[in-house]
């Protein structure tokens, strides 16, 4: 892997293992493969491929931060992570404070998802691992993956609690066949702690399993 040359481009692929780093400072024009030189998150998440980690320093990432058709693969996921647990804060004046639209293969790792006005996080995608997060105060879901499109996921040791403003808020609130809710604390949330439900036509609700979750 690295630069395929043709007599009118050049096209760089990102190699497998690749390491970027984001940051609240980060800058576009960085090559974001050190702490010395970040990228700003979205950035960052445009680069979401098979075998590519991207890791969020420390700070408050403010914005609407938002992937869409980003994938990893079977085995080779597309990693977001902390670098150091909850450190990473992502916020939203607007929206949900991460949204993953349509993607799948992507473990998000450790991130701290806090005071956006819909969702922490927003998952609509298949294979995903959600993981080590804290959903903490806001409006609408703690942690989301209840479109028509989500299947095959793992939700696991994630603390989502005081999420919510009224009772069709939940802690976590999940549609969809073949998922793993497992290992997480939920508490103090509006809605249900753990809600399993799907309004949407053409949509099972099957083979899901949730077992070792501490919801008061």
């Known amino acids: ?11 760089t692929v990102n190699p497998i293992g690749t390491n970027y780093y984001a940051s609240p400072s980060g ?13 700003p998150l979205q950035t960052a998440l445009n680069a979401l491929n098979p075998g590519i980690a991207v890791i969020l320093m420390p700070g408050l990432y403010s914005g609407a931060f938002y992937a869409y058709q980003e994938n990893g693969a079977e085995g ?3 990693i977001l992570r ?3 647990k ?8 607007s929206s949900h404070a991460l949204n993953l639209d349509a993607c799948s293969y992507i473990q998000v790792d450790g991130l701290c998802l806090s005071n956006a006005p819909v969702d922490g996080l927003k998952l609509n995608g298949q294979h995903c691992i959600i993981r080590n997060c804290w959903a903490v105060d806001n409006f ?5 993956a209840n479109s028509p499109g989500v299947s095959n996921n793992v939700i696991e040791y ?3 609690e005081r999420n ?3 009772n069709y808020d939940h802690g976590i609130y999940v549609s969809g066949p073949n998922n793993i809710i497992r290992n997480n604390v939920v508490r103090h949330n509006t809605g249900f702690g753990i809600h399993f439900y799907t309004g949407f036509s053409d949509s099972w609700q099957n083979d899901n399993l949730i077992y070792n979750n501490l919801t008061y």
């Open 1 to 11: 892997l690295g630069s395929v040359q043709s007599s009118t481009a050049t096209l």
């Open 27 to 39: 800058n576009s024009s960085n090559n974001g493969l050190s702490t010395n030189s970040p990228w």
């Open 76 to 78: 080779n996921l597309a």
């Open 82 to 84: 902390s670098q150091y």
């Open 86 to 93: 909850w450190q990473a804060v992502l916020t939203s004046a």
């Open 140 to 144: 609408g879901q703690g942690i989301a």
């Open 158 to 160: 994630n603390l989502s």
């Open 164 to 166: 919510g403003v009224d």
